[in-house]
């Protein structure tokens, strides 16, 4: 049985960095497509960043710049996130995928972790 857990969210202050991991169990994701998504209260989920295959990755706009995804090559990936504001604020979800190609889409994902809370402090 596939399981992702989260871990590494918390509470910081606007500015601050945070290093969100994603490990996952039950079967390889080498070479499968993995990502994040995070839901603010009130909001839809919405598509943060992803890789795939050959490292290749994949941002939304708002966070361009500010966050970093990688990955372990085995079964672990991480989100850094830099230069917080409390618009990132949210609940941020890893995903993984059966296909190799880092998509935006969350119907492009099989399996999803419960969530790690993020804080950001103004």
């Known amino acids: 049985q596939v399981q992702l857990v989260e871990s590494g969210g918390g509470l910081v202050q606007a500015g601050g960095s945070l290093r969100l991991s994603c490990a996952a169990s039950?079967?390889?994701?080498?070479?499968?497509?993995m990502g994040w998504f995070r839901q603010a209260p009130g909001k839809e989920r919405e598509f943060v960043a992803a890789?795939?295959?050959?490292?290749?990755t994949l941002y939304a706009d708002s966070v361009k710049g500010r966050f970093t995804i990688s990955r372990d090559g085995k079964n672990t990936v991480y989100l850094q996130m830099n230069s917080l504001n409390p618009e990132d604020t949210a609940v941020y979800y890893c995903?993984?995928?059966?296909?190799?190609?880092?998509?935006?889409?969350?119907?492009?994902?099989?399996?999803w972790g419960q969530g790690t809370q993020v804080t950001v402090s103004s």
């Open positions: 039950g079967r390889t994701f080498s070479n499968n497509a």
């Open positions: 995903a993984a995928s059966n296909a190799i190609a880092a998509v935006t889409v969350q119907g492009g994902y099989d399996y």
């Open positions: 890789i795939g295959w050959i490292r290749s």
